[in-house]
């Protein structure tokens, strides 16, 4: 079994899978640093990788700048998904004491 993907916190992967699972309609900035639960530095890393990436667009609705995930985001969300459900899988099995 991979341990190594259980660290303290969250991992990089983890909060752009959060924010692009927030962003899939469309959200502020705000919001999306409340509801990921990051500092407003933290936050604006975080979207300027993802922007650059691709995986977010930034586009202005009635005056304010809305952040929304890409059809790249969601395929990176949906992939995402997809391997930590195998992964939370195999740990179930494990103990349930099957290897």
Do not use: C, W
Not at 26 to 55: E, P
Not at 59 to 80: A, C, D, E
Request: charged share 35%.
């Amino acid at each position: 079994m991979v341990r190594i993907l259980k660290k303290r916190g969250r991992d990089r992967l983890h909060v752009v899978a959060e924010i692009l699972d927030i962003a899939e309609e469309g959200v502020l900035k705000t919001q999306i640093m409340y509801r990921a639960n990051l500092s407003y530095t933290l936050l604006t890393d975080y979207l300027r990788f993802m922007l650059k990436s691709r995986l977010l667009e930034k586009r202005t609705y009635k005056g304010q700048v809305v952040f929304k995930s890409t059809p790249k985001g969601i395929n990176f969300l949906q992939r995402y998904r997809e391997i930590t459900d195998i992964i939370h899988a195999e740990e179930e099995g494990e103990s349930e004491g099957e290897l």
